[in-house]
């Protein structure tokens, strides 16, 4: 029998940090963005790329139909809940909710009856609490780690033990309360401009760039104020290294402890949160390979093993100006951004090609759907199809279109509001600028407004 196709569950929530943080701990200071907090709850749809054929996707919010069609047509199968796990209007109540929660609280996921889930796999993008108990719920095969292991080699502080105990240059202090933060601060910045790094920072939240004596004062009397709450401090400092570029390793260690390379990606970041992925060139594995950086990779790899862990792993990496790598920047053991994009990249070497993946965030009005999006993209040549070998693939349609949906559910039907499409762009033997511009055409005759 080949167990692989004993059919998965495919499941997850994107801000599974959120869930190992400890609630009581002091946070940094932050701008809170209600819409893309929204974005972030559709993200789920992305996993997609991870479901074989009959495996079964499990999502917040059910698929866009059309985005559904489209990706059957050009050759991912996969089925999918017809209904929306929870209201998108919920809100912030929402928002406290994860994936599982919601998945056990209910008696049916649209069309997909509880007994058809019976004898599954659980494949989530990362463990996160509840995951064991809707594993019970619906009788659901399951090989994952203890939530508590997880979070633990999750954390930053996992990943500054790791750098030390593999005896690779690490200049991470870990600070315990807002003095200890303002007496290390004050140091590091004679040498230069410094990170504050939360424990489960993720994406552009959580980690701070301190260039002055001012902002660190400030930053620090914002933490003295959550301390007199009875709140705890717990947070990284680190000189600031000025990096060439981005890139990040996958791996998978199997249950027995193998280690099993998978890709590595080089990354687009923009104000440390991700803007994209390409698959990484000759001249940086080559770079790699001198440096022993996958022996790197395999000793780490046994040190979470021996933590308890087994999975999905992405560690970032940098490569700093003066030619140093970065090895371990920090440990994300759970599926990725990039491992997604890795598997979209296994669909698309079967037509022979490959992609970049990245997204756009726009802002529109009015009555657009994604319908007229998926129209207008095929009849001006960009809309990506296996026989063209080109063009643009949209990865989502939710994040899109979800602060749309709230917008009408609260009756503020032609109300701006701002969303994030995710898509893979397909070079073909085309040009990837002209493919670029093509597809901005498309949206500014759409009225999207592009914002980044």
């Known amino acids: 029998m080949n167990d692989r196709r004993k059919f998965e569950l495919v499941i997850g929530t994107f801000d599974a940090e959120r869930f190992w943080r400890d609630p009581n701990q002091a946070k940094l200071p932050s701008f809170n963005d209600p819409q893309m907090e929204n974005v972030v709850m559709a993200m789920d749809e992305l996993l997609f790329p991870f479901c074989g054929e009959q495996d079964r996707l ?18 991912f199968r996969f089925l999918s809940n017809s209904t929306d796990l929870e209201s998108p209007d919920a809100g912030s109540a929402g928002r406290t909710a994860n994936i599982f929660d919601l998945l056990t609280a209910t008696d049916h996921v649209g069309d997909i009856d509880p007994d058809w889930l019976n004898g599954s796999r659980l494949s989530p993008f990362a463990v996160i609490p509840g995951a064991d108990r809707a594993a019970a719920r619906f009788g659901l095969e399951q090989n994952c780690p203890a939530v508590e292991t997880v979070q633990t080699v ?11 105990r593999l005896g690779l240059r690490c200049d991470s202090q870990t600070v315990y309360s807002h003095e200890e933060l303002l007496s290390s601060g004050l140091a590091l910045l004679k040498q230069g401009p410094f990170l504050i790094k939360d424990e489960f920072g993720v994406s552009g939240k959580g980690n701070l760039l301190i260039e002055s004596e001012a902002i660190l004062r400030r930053v620090t009397s914002y933490l003295a104020d959550q301390c007199g709450k009875g709140r705890t401090v717990r947070f990284i400092i680190e000189p600031f290294l000025f990096k060439e570029l981005d890139f990040s390793c996958q791996f998978h260690i199997d249950p027995d402890g193998t280690y099993r390379h998978v890709s590595v990606q080089q990354l687009v970041n923009h104000d440390f949160a991700y803007q994209g992925s390409y698959t990484a060139d000759d001249r940086l594995l080559q770079m790699l390979h001198e440096a022993e950086y996958f022996d790197v990779m395999k000793l780490a790899a046994r040190e979470l093993y021996q933590s308890g862990y087994h999975g999905d792993v992405c560690i970032d990496s940098m490569l700093l100006r003066d030619g140093r790598i970065v090895p371990i920047v920090e440990v994300n053991a759970r599926r990725s951004m990039s491992l997604i994009k890795h598997y979209v990249d296994r669909y698309l ?49 939710n994040t899109l279109f979800i602060n749309k949906v709230v917008s009408e559910c609260k009756r503020n039907r032609n109300k701006q509001v701002k969303g994030r499409l995710y898509y893979s762009l397909i ?15 498309v949206l500014l005759s759409l009225s999207f407004k592009i914002a980044r």
């Open 58 to 75: 499990i999502t917040r919010y059910r698929m866009n139909a059309s985005h559904k069609a489209y990706l059957h047509e050009i050759g």
């Open 154 to 164: 999750n954390s930053k502080l996992y990943s500054t033990e790791l750098n030390r």
């Open 349 to 397: 070497e079967k037509h022979d090609t490959a992609g970049s993946m990245t997204h756009a965030t726009l802002q529109f009005a009015g009555d657009v759907s994604f319908d007229q999006l998926l129209e207008s993209l095929d009849r001006e040549g960009v809309l990506y199809k296996p026989d063209q070998g080109f063009g643009m693939l949209p990865l989502s349609a």
């Open 427 to 441: 070079e073909g033997t085309g040009d990837n600028e002209r493919l670029s511009a093509k597809l901005k055409e």
